[in-house]
Protein backbone atom coordinates (compact mmCIF):
# COMPACT_ATOMS: atom_id res chain seq x y z
CA UNK A 1 0.00 0.00 0.00
CA UNK A 2 1.09 3.71 -0.71
CA UNK A 3 1.89 5.97 2.08
CA UNK A 4 -0.35 8.67 0.80
CA UNK A 5 -2.99 10.44 2.53
CA UNK A 6 -6.52 9.24 2.11
CA UNK A 7 -10.11 12.02 3.15
CA UNK A 8 -12.23 10.27 5.93
CA UNK A 9 -14.38 12.34 6.35
CA UNK A 10 -18.25 13.15 7.92
CA UNK A 11 -20.34 16.15 7.12
CA UNK A 12 -24.11 16.91 8.47
CA UNK A 13 -26.26 19.62 7.41
CA UNK A 14 -30.32 20.47 6.65
CA UNK A 15 -31.74 18.80 4.04
CA UNK A 16 -31.10 20.50 0.68
CA UNK A 17 -28.39 22.42 1.77
CA UNK A 18 -25.71 21.06 -0.93
CA UNK A 19 -24.39 17.58 0.88
CA UNK A 20 -24.75 15.12 -2.00
CA UNK A 21 -24.34 17.23 -5.22
CA UNK A 22 -20.48 18.21 -2.70
CA UNK A 23 -19.88 14.47 -1.98
CA UNK A 24 -20.15 14.23 -6.22
CA UNK A 25 -16.93 15.86 -6.05
CA UNK A 26 -14.98 12.57 -4.61
CA UNK A 27 -12.93 11.10 -6.92
CA UNK A 28 -14.35 8.32 -9.46
CA UNK A 29 -16.04 5.81 -9.71
CA UNK A 30 -17.78 6.81 -7.08
CA UNK A 31 -20.30 4.45 -4.63
CA UNK A 32 -22.85 6.33 -3.52
CA UNK A 33 -25.14 3.67 -1.04
CA UNK A 34 -28.15 6.29 -1.34
CA UNK A 35 -31.19 5.77 1.53
CA UNK A 36 -32.75 9.04 1.11
CA UNK A 37 -33.50 9.24 -2.76
CA UNK A 38 -31.28 12.10 -2.97
CA UNK A 39 -29.31 10.56 -5.88
CA UNK A 40 -32.16 11.04 -8.75
CA UNK A 41 -30.66 14.63 -9.71
CA UNK A 42 -26.68 14.26 -9.77
CA UNK A 43 -24.81 15.71 -12.86
CA UNK A 44 -22.06 13.15 -13.69
CA UNK A 45 -23.32 9.65 -15.32
CA UNK A 46 -25.11 7.27 -13.76
CA UNK A 47 -25.88 3.97 -13.07
CA UNK A 48 -28.02 1.59 -10.67
CA UNK A 49 -26.38 -1.56 -9.33
CA UNK A 50 -27.70 -4.17 -7.29
CA UNK A 51 -25.34 -5.63 -5.02
CA UNK A 52 -26.50 -8.80 -5.26
CA UNK A 53 -25.15 -8.80 -8.51
CA UNK A 54 -21.86 -8.77 -10.41
CA UNK A 55 -20.09 -5.61 -9.66
CA UNK A 56 -20.40 -3.02 -12.62
CA UNK A 57 -17.75 -2.38 -15.26
CA UNK A 58 -17.22 1.54 -14.78
CA UNK A 59 -14.10 3.41 -14.92
CA UNK A 60 -13.45 7.37 -14.86
CA UNK A 61 -15.66 10.25 -13.53
CA UNK A 62 -19.43 8.32 -13.00
CA UNK A 63 -21.44 7.78 -10.36
CA UNK A 64 -22.69 3.65 -9.02
CA UNK A 65 -25.81 4.27 -6.97
CA UNK A 66 -27.56 1.44 -4.54
CA UNK A 67 -31.02 2.16 -3.35
CA UNK A 68 -30.28 1.04 0.48
CA UNK A 69 -34.35 0.11 0.87
CA UNK A 70 -33.32 -2.39 3.93
CA UNK A 71 -30.10 -3.03 6.03
CA UNK A 72 -29.70 -5.81 4.27
CA UNK A 73 -28.90 -4.25 1.20
CA UNK A 74 -27.11 -2.18 3.22
CA UNK A 75 -24.86 -5.05 4.65
CA UNK A 76 -24.25 -6.36 1.04
CA UNK A 77 -23.23 -3.57 -0.32
CA UNK A 78 -20.39 -3.03 2.01
CA UNK A 79 -19.62 -6.41 1.95
CA UNK A 80 -18.27 -5.86 -1.72
CA UNK A 81 -15.95 -3.19 -0.99
CA UNK A 82 -14.37 -5.09 1.97
CA UNK A 83 -13.75 -7.75 -0.21
CA UNK A 84 -11.83 -5.45 -2.01
CA UNK A 85 -13.02 -6.84 -5.43
CA UNK A 86 -14.75 -3.38 -6.81
CA UNK A 87 -13.81 -1.00 -9.43
CA UNK A 88 -14.50 2.10 -6.35
CA UNK A 89 -12.19 5.01 -5.26
CA UNK A 90 -14.82 6.72 -3.38
CA UNK A 91 -17.81 5.57 -1.22
CA UNK A 92 -20.60 8.04 0.08
CA UNK A 93 -23.12 7.19 2.84
CA UNK A 94 -26.13 9.16 1.99
CA UNK A 95 -27.23 9.67 4.51
CA UNK A 96 -26.02 8.29 8.02
CA UNK A 97 -29.31 9.73 10.12
CA UNK A 98 -31.32 7.11 7.50
CA UNK A 99 -28.93 4.18 7.54
CA UNK A 100 -29.29 3.78 11.08
CA UNK A 101 -33.02 4.06 10.72
CA UNK A 102 -32.98 0.84 8.65
CA UNK A 103 -30.28 -1.33 10.99
CA UNK A 104 -32.85 0.12 13.83
CA UNK A 105 -35.77 -1.42 11.81
CA UNK A 106 -33.58 -4.32 11.46
CA UNK A 107 -33.05 -5.04 15.14
CA UNK A 108 -36.69 -3.68 16.33
CA UNK A 109 -39.28 -5.16 14.09
CA UNK A 110 -41.92 -3.58 16.14
CA UNK A 111 -40.18 -0.48 16.03
CA UNK A 112 -39.37 -0.03 20.07
CA UNK A 113 -36.50 -0.72 21.36
CA UNK A 114 -35.42 -1.96 25.29
CA UNK A 115 -32.05 -1.48 26.34
CA UNK A 116 -30.94 -4.97 25.14
CA UNK A 117 -31.77 -3.82 21.47
CA UNK A 118 -30.19 -0.41 21.61
CA UNK A 119 -27.11 -2.33 22.43
CA UNK A 120 -27.50 -4.40 19.34
CA UNK A 121 -27.91 -1.73 17.17
CA UNK A 122 -24.90 -0.05 18.67
CA UNK A 123 -23.11 -3.02 18.34
CA UNK A 124 -24.10 -2.95 14.55
CA UNK A 125 -23.59 0.60 13.91
CA UNK A 126 -20.49 0.68 15.63
CA UNK A 127 -18.90 -2.38 13.73
CA UNK A 128 -20.14 -1.32 10.53
CA UNK A 129 -18.65 2.65 10.46
CA UNK A 130 -15.27 0.80 11.76
CA UNK A 131 -14.94 -1.16 8.95
CA UNK A 132 -15.98 1.94 6.26
CA UNK A 133 -13.34 4.07 7.80
CA UNK A 134 -10.62 1.18 7.09
CA UNK A 135 -11.73 1.19 3.41
CA UNK A 136 -9.18 3.60 3.02
CA UNK A 137 -6.14 1.67 4.42
CA UNK A 138 -7.20 -1.53 2.73
CA UNK A 139 -4.37 -4.14 1.38
CA UNK A 140 -6.38 -4.83 -1.82
CA UNK A 141 -8.25 -1.55 -3.41
CA UNK A 142 -7.97 1.45 -0.99
CA UNK A 143 -10.82 3.59 -1.39
CA UNK A 144 -9.36 7.66 -1.97
CA UNK A 145 -12.55 9.22 -0.14
CA UNK A 146 -14.94 8.14 2.57
CA UNK A 147 -17.80 11.07 2.66
CA UNK A 148 -20.04 9.91 5.38
CA UNK A 149 -23.40 12.25 5.16
CA UNK A 150 -25.99 13.19 8.09
CA UNK A 151 -28.33 15.69 8.85
CA UNK A 152 -27.55 18.25 11.19
CA UNK A 153 -29.70 18.35 14.89
CA UNK A 154 -29.24 20.60 17.72
CA UNK A 155 -28.10 18.48 20.51
CA UNK A 156 -26.96 20.19 24.08
CA UNK A 157 -26.65 23.95 22.65
CA UNK A 158 -24.79 22.66 19.39
CA UNK A 159 -25.54 21.54 15.93
CA UNK A 160 -24.22 17.74 15.11
CA UNK A 161 -24.80 14.46 13.35
CA UNK A 162 -28.44 13.53 13.68
CA UNK A 163 -27.40 9.98 14.72
CA UNK A 164 -28.58 8.15 17.98
CA UNK A 165 -27.52 6.50 20.68
CA UNK A 166 -23.78 6.18 21.92
CA UNK A 167 -22.62 6.51 18.16
CA UNK A 168 -23.26 10.15 18.60
CA UNK A 169 -20.80 10.24 20.87
CA UNK A 170 -18.26 7.60 19.36
CA UNK A 171 -18.64 8.96 15.21
CA UNK A 172 -16.16 11.70 15.65
CA UNK A 173 -13.91 9.49 16.53
CA UNK A 174 -14.04 7.21 13.70
CA UNK A 175 -13.14 9.83 10.50
CA UNK A 176 -10.23 12.70 10.35
CA UNK A 177 -12.99 15.66 9.44
CA UNK A 178 -16.26 16.35 10.86
CA UNK A 179 -17.54 19.23 9.08
CA UNK A 180 -20.93 21.21 9.25
CA UNK A 181 -22.25 22.45 5.57
CA UNK A 182 -23.95 26.21 5.65
CA UNK A 183 -24.58 28.91 3.74
CA UNK A 184 -22.04 31.51 2.91
CA UNK A 185 -20.35 33.71 0.79
CA UNK A 186 -17.42 33.04 -1.62
CA UNK A 187 -14.31 35.59 -1.43
CA UNK A 188 -15.48 37.14 -4.71
CA UNK A 189 -19.03 37.80 -3.41
CA UNK A 190 -20.78 34.92 -4.93
CA UNK A 191 -23.71 32.89 -3.09
CA UNK A 192 -21.98 29.54 -1.87
CA UNK A 193 -21.70 27.25 0.92
CA UNK A 194 -19.17 26.64 3.35
CA UNK A 195 -18.01 23.92 5.03
CA UNK A 196 -17.30 24.41 8.46
CA UNK A 197 -14.23 22.33 10.23
CA UNK A 198 -12.84 23.77 13.30
CA UNK A 199 -13.82 24.55 16.63
CA UNK A 200 -17.32 27.12 16.27
CA UNK A 201 -19.57 28.06 18.54
CA UNK A 202 -22.81 26.04 18.57
CA UNK A 203 -21.42 23.57 15.61
CA UNK A 204 -19.76 20.11 16.18
CA UNK A 205 -16.65 20.34 13.75
CA UNK A 206 -13.03 19.41 14.05
CA UNK A 207 -10.11 18.66 11.01
CA UNK A 208 -7.54 16.28 12.28
CA UNK A 209 -5.88 16.51 9.26
CA UNK A 210 -4.37 19.96 9.96
CA UNK A 211 -3.61 21.20 7.12
CA UNK A 212 -7.17 21.94 5.96
CA UNK A 213 -7.42 24.02 9.16
CA UNK A 214 -4.41 25.82 8.28
CA UNK A 215 -5.32 26.41 4.72
CA UNK A 216 -9.08 27.40 5.32
CA UNK A 217 -9.14 28.79 8.78
CA UNK A 218 -12.73 27.07 10.56
CA UNK A 219 -13.94 27.13 7.16
CA UNK A 220 -14.08 26.12 3.84
CA UNK A 221 -15.78 28.07 0.91
CA UNK A 222 -17.67 25.66 -1.44
CA UNK A 223 -18.16 27.96 -5.01
CA UNK A 224 -20.43 27.00 -7.52
CA UNK A 225 -18.69 27.88 -11.25
CA UNK A 226 -21.93 28.65 -13.15
CA UNK A 227 -19.80 28.54 -16.50
CA UNK A 228 -18.78 25.00 -16.13
CA UNK A 229 -21.13 23.47 -13.01
CA UNK A 230 -17.74 22.58 -11.11
CA UNK A 231 -17.81 23.33 -7.29
CA UNK A 232 -14.78 24.49 -5.34
CA UNK A 233 -13.07 22.89 -3.72
CA UNK A 234 -13.73 19.67 -4.71
CA UNK A 235 -13.07 16.60 -1.94
CA UNK A 236 -10.75 15.82 -5.03
CA UNK A 237 -8.54 19.04 -4.33
CA UNK A 238 -8.73 18.24 -1.01
CA UNK A 239 -7.24 15.22 -1.36
CA UNK A 240 -4.25 16.34 -3.51
CA UNK A 241 -4.00 19.62 -0.78
CA UNK A 242 -3.30 16.88 2.26
CA UNK A 243 -0.84 15.34 0.17
CA UNK A 244 0.78 18.71 -0.53
CA UNK A 245 -0.03 18.80 -4.06
CA UNK A 246 -2.71 21.59 -4.74
CA UNK A 247 -1.96 25.68 -4.48
CA UNK A 248 -5.30 26.78 -4.55
Known amino acids: MDNLKRLRMVVHGVAKIGKTSWAETAPGPR ?11 LDKPTVMWDPMAAPPEVEGDVNVVVWAKDWGTVQATLAWLYAGNHPFNSLILDSLTEIQKKCKDAVAHDGNLDQQLWGQLLTKMELEMRRVRDLTKHPVKPLWAVVVLA ?3 EKNGALRPDVQGALARSLA ?14 PTGQVARELVIDAVPGIEAGDRTKVLRRTFGDS ?3 VLDDSTGAIHYSIGELIELINGGFNG
Open 31 to 41: LFLDAEGGTEF
Open 151 to 153: HSA
Open 173 to 186: GFFDVIGHMRPGMS
Open 220 to 222: IPL
